[in-house]
């Protein structure tokens, strides 16, 4: 099943169609169900997303972290779907989504596309599950529009206030790596040979593809910087978020100082919340869904609960 809707007739971005189509084999192996495909014109660019799952309180929205696509949710998406609509979308220029004409990624255009996501889904407000630059978009969000959040689950959020150098250095000369292992891989392929048969390895081959998907990669992780001073003045300014929210926060992968100091700013977000919790996950790195899947599975299905009560109020 498609729940998209044109783009004026235009033909799709070249193969984007067929990145969006291994995605969702991918991420419906394991789902009796499969996964379901969607598309939204902002303009002329489509912006893409994968579903599973119907019902439930409330429509949960996957938001992953810098550069990444909905692949990231792969160990998630699918226990979720067992408990109502999970739709992972892909931002503009990653994965799936066409990029944006001849413009850098900004603040208020993927806060847009956020929200004409939710809105589109027609189910009333959504539960955001945002992943380090995902969960500052989630938040912002639920500042600027209230009544599209019902609820959010924040994993291993980013905070303005946790820009040391040495992380940032460590993080672009990473991407860069793995971009450059990625285009050996495909280099290394001829025409004639054959696809990987593990449609995970398949998706993730193809949602870095493009070279338009590599320059947005880098791009945004460019704007995850550049965007500070706004992050500080729109938190500044940001009344207590009314809606249920769980922050969840990884003890692995930095010296504990570092550690330490991003934890407690992400306890400060959950006080700032009227109805904000937080908790620390175990033996998991930054990525939190991927080595603790159930860590935030369960802190999904909590907060869906709560939400369900919020709304009634």
Do not use: C
């Amino acid at each position: 099943m498609n729940t998209s809707q044109g783009t004026r007739g235009k033909p799709a971005g070249p193969g984007l169609r067929s990145v969006q189509e291994a995605v969702a084999r991918a991420l419906g192996e394991h789902l009796p169900g499969g996964v379901r495909t969607g598309e939204l014109d902002r303009d002329g660019r489509a912006l893409r997303w994968v579903e599973a799952g119907r019902g439930g309180a409330v429509p949960v929205v996957l938001i992953a972290g810098a550069g990444t696509s909905a692949l990231t949710w792969s160990a998630v998406l699918p226990e979720l779907a067992r408990y109502g609509r999970v739709v992972a979308y892909d931002r503009a220029g990653l994965g799936a989504s066409e990029p944006e004409r001849s413009t850098a990624p900004t603040l208020n255009g993927q806060l847009a596309d956020l929200a004409a996501l939710v809105r589109h889904l027609d189910a009333g407000p959504a539960l955001l599950v945002g992943h380090s630059w995902g969960g500052q978009l989630a938040q912002l969000l639920a500042w600027q529009r209230p009544e599209l959040v019902a609820g959010q689950v924040l994993v291993d959020p980013a905070h303005e206030e946790f820009q040391p150098r040495s992380i940032q250095v460590a993080e672009a000369v990473l991407n860069r790596l793995w971009l450059y292992r990625l285009w050996l891989y495909r280099t290394a392929l001829s025409p004639t040979s054959p696809e990987p048969e593990e449609p995970l390895a398949r998706a993730e081959a193809a949602v870095i593809a493009h070279r338009h998907q590599r320059r947005a990669l880098l791009a945004e992780l460019g704007l995850t910087a550049a965007a500070v001073p706004e992050l500080r003045r729109r938190r500044a300014g940001a009344p207590p978020t009314e809606a249920p929210l769980a922050v969840l926060s990884a003890t692995r992968g930095l010296p504990r100082a570092m550690r330490v100091r991003w934890t407690a700013l992400q306890a400060g977000v959950a006080r700032s919340a009227v109805r904000g919790t937080h908790g620390t996950v175990l033996g998991a790195g930054h990525a939190i869904q991927t080595d603790r899947p159930q860590a935030v599975v369960s802190a999904v299905r909590e907060v869906a609960d709560r939400a369900r009560y919020f709304l009634k109020d």
